[in-house]
């Protein structure tokens, strides 16, 4: 049995934008507006943070339509590298960075979800959290095409709550202030400010964009759409990101933004009323579901894709007679999520691993120029536009945020990568297994 294509490019469009549109766009704002206190760079760092963001889906574009199968990095990795390489991602990712997110996001999505039930208890938020994954779960094992419809759900209703508040924003209420564009602050702000700690917090809020490149064993013809999925996709948030920010400023000056959590919320109070926050609120709750739903989808298709090469645990790659899902992969990392939710100690080992994706990105953009200077004879669908300066732009700016990482938190870095090596024992006792079973 194999994986059956079943998305056609708007699921894999809207996966991409329900993936990266999170709570992150409706708190993030808050901290910009302390660390950059000029409109003009405001606004303009998530312009910047989008192109830079396009550069990385201009990368991975090439490689997904090289190997439009499933498991996105560790299939890129391993063409270039090895399959070690590969598999190290995919062990951090099994134990830790797919079922660390579930559990976050479940979290998040029960502390907006608590004002519209009664949960006074610790235990009862948990035990909302533990349904919330098993029930998105639950939905993931009966089927790509039942999973990606909801995907489409989630992030439809959320599109379009978040075009209600940009457009009656900025064209119908009244409340807002253009002066507030103008406004500049007395503190000179150096340019190279742009790149530090803001520009990594909008980076962040960007992360998620390649995550068709997981499921490309499931998307119809894939040559063209993996690539232009992540095209139409970053391109997309790119446009929402700036869009909603412009709206924030439009309705508060950067004064009364700065170090505002729940910047969507008050926008819509100040722009409509106290009502129409809960709109805003029943949006968010709809992007982390949309991010839960994506993370479970993508999650999977990693392990079903190292354990059909014979270097991770067999059971992994059973495909279910009626559903044709990785019903094990999904059993497996819902179990791991709900222990991590349920025990809580998640939270310290994503902050461990965080220096880990970033490397496992840089890796990737220097897998491109790997794989044209020793594979110039592999199929490319679509060749990467603006080559090699798309690619080094991509590759030099994540190398700049892991340095920033690495030097403001060493101690932990190291344990990640730490963590990461850890799999190599495993790596080559999957490996001599396979051998010996003669695969």
């Given at each position: 049995?194999?994986?059956?294509?079943?998305?056609?490019?708007?699921?894999?469009?809207?996966?991409?934008?329900?993936?990266?549109?999170?709570?992150?766009?409706?708190?993030?704002?808050?901290?910009?507006?302390?660390?950059?206190?000029?409109?003009?760079?405001?606004?303009?760092?998530?312009?910047?943070?989008?192109?830079?963001?396009?550069?990385?889906?201009?990368?991975?574009?090439?490689?997904?339509?090289?190997?439009?199968?499933?498991?996105?990095?560790?299939?890129?990795?391993?063409?270039?590298?090895?399959?070690?390489?590969?598999?190290?991602?995919?062990?951090?990712?099994?134990?830790?960075?797919?079922?660390?997110?579930?559990?976050?996001?479940?979290?998040?999505?029960?502390?907006?979800?608590?004002?519209?039930?009664?949960?006074?208890?610790?235990?009862?938020?948990?035990?909302?959290?533990?349904?919330?994954?098993?029930?998105?779960?639950?939905?993931?094992?009966?089927?790509?095409?039942?999973?990606?419809?909801?995907?489409?759900?989630?992030?439809?209703?959320?599109?379009?709550?978040?075009?209600?508040?940009?457009?009656?924003?900025?064209?119908?209420?009244?409340?807002?202030?253009?002066?507030?564009?103008?406004?500049?602050?007395?503190?000179?702000?150096?340019?190279?400010?742009?790149?530090?700690?803001?520009?990594?917090?909008?980076?962040?809020?960007?992360?998620?964009?390649?995550?068709?490149?997981?499921?490309?064993?499931?998307?119809?013809?894939?040559?063209?759409?993996?690539?232009?999925?992540?095209l139409l996709g970053t391109s997309i948030v790119t446009i929402i990101y700036t869009l909603i920010n412009v709206t924030y400023l439009y309705a508060l000056s950067l004064s009364r933004l700065k170090d505002v959590v729940n910047v969507a919320q008050v926008t819509a109070e100040t722009l409509f009323n106290r009502g129409f926050t809960q709109v805003v609120s029943f949006s968010i709750i709809l992007a982390i579901a949309a991010s839960i739903n994506a993370t479970i989808l993508a999650g999977t298709r990693i392990y079903y894709a190292m354990a059909s090469d014979n270097i991770f645990w067999s059971p992994l790659k059973k495909l279910h007679?009626?559903?044709?899902?990785?019903?094990?992969?999904?059993?497996?990392?819902?179990?791991?999520?709900?222990?991590?939710?349920?025990?809580?100690?998640?939270?310290?080992?994503?902050?461990?691993?965080?220096?880990?994706?970033?490397?496992?990105?840089?890796?990737?953009?220097?897998?491109?120029?790997?794989?044209?200077?020793?594979?110039?004879?592999?199929?490319?669908?679509?060749?990467?536009?603006?080559?090699?300066?798309?690619?080094?732009?991509?590759?030099?700016?994540?190398?700049?945020?892991?340095?920033?990482?690495?030097?403001?938190?060493?101690?932990?870095?190291?344990?990640?990568?730490?963590?990461?090596?850890?799999?190599?024992?495993?790596?080559?006792?999957?490996?001599?297994?396979?051998?010996?079973?003669?695969?």
């Amino acid at each position: 049995m194999h994986l059956k294509r079943r998305l056609n490019l708007l699921d894999a469009t809207l996966l991409i934008i329900g993936n990266v549109v999170g709570a992150g766009i409706f708190t993030t704002s808050g901290f910009l507006a302390g660390e950059l206190p000029q409109p003009l760079f405001f606004i303009g760092i998530w312009i910047i943070g989008g192109l830079l963001t396009l550069c990385g889906a201009l990368t991975y574009a090439e490689m997904a339509g090289m190997f439009p199968h499933s498991g996105g990095d560790y299939q890129f990795l391993k063409a270039a590298y090895g399959p070690w390489a590969g598999f190290l991602l995919g062990w951090v990712s099994f134990w830790i960075i797919n079922p660390g997110s579930i559990a976050a996001l479940s979290i998040a999505l029960v502390s907006y979800m608590k004002g519209f039930f009664f949960l006074n208890t610790v235990l009862s938020e948990k035990l909302m959290a533990v349904g919330i994954i098993s029930v998105l779960s639950f939905v993931n094992y009966r089927g790509v095409r039942l999973s990606g419809t909801t995907q489409d759900i989630f992030t439809s209703g959320n599109l379009i709550i978040v075009f209600v508040l940009i457009v009656g924003g900025l064209l119908v209420s009244q409340n807002g202030n253009w002066q507030h564009f103008t406004v500049v602050s007395p503190v000179s702000l150096p340019f190279g400010k742009l790149f530090g700690p803001a520009m990594i917090a909008v980076i962040f809020t960007y992360s998620g964009w390649f995550v068709t490149a997981y499921i490309g064993g499931e998307i119809k013809h894939p040559e063209r759409n993996l690539p232009l999925s992540l095209l139409l996709g970053t391109s997309i948030v790119t446009i929402i990101y700036t869009l909603i920010n412009v709206t924030y400023l439009y309705a508060l000056s950067l004064s009364r933004l700065k170090d505002v959590v729940n910047v969507a919320q008050v926008t819509a109070e100040t722009l409509f009323n106290r009502g129409f926050t809960q709109v805003v609120s029943f949006s968010i709750i709809l992007a982390i579901a949309a991010s839960i739903n994506a993370t479970i989808l993508a999650g999977t298709r990693i392990y079903y894709a190292m354990a059909s090469d014979n270097i991770f645990w067999s059971p992994l790659k059973k495909l279910h007679p009626m559903y044709n899902t990785p019903y094990v992969s999904v059993v497996s990392q819902t179990i791991l999520a709900c222990l991590f939710v349920m025990v809580g100690t998640f939270d310290q080992l994503l902050s461990y691993v965080v220096f880990v994706m970033i490397l496992s990105s840089i890796a990737t953009g220097v897998a491109h120029f790997a794989l044209r200077w020793r594979r110039p004879d592999l199929t490319r669908p679509y060749r990467t536009w603006g080559y090699p300066v798309v690619p080094l732009l991509f590759i030099s700016f994540y190398s700049w945020i892991a340095i920033q990482i690495a030097y403001a938190r060493p101690t932990t870095s190291v344990f990640g990568i730490l963590i990461t090596l850890s799999g190599l024992p495993f790596y080559i006792w999957y490996k001599r297994s396979a051998l010996q079973r003669g695969q």
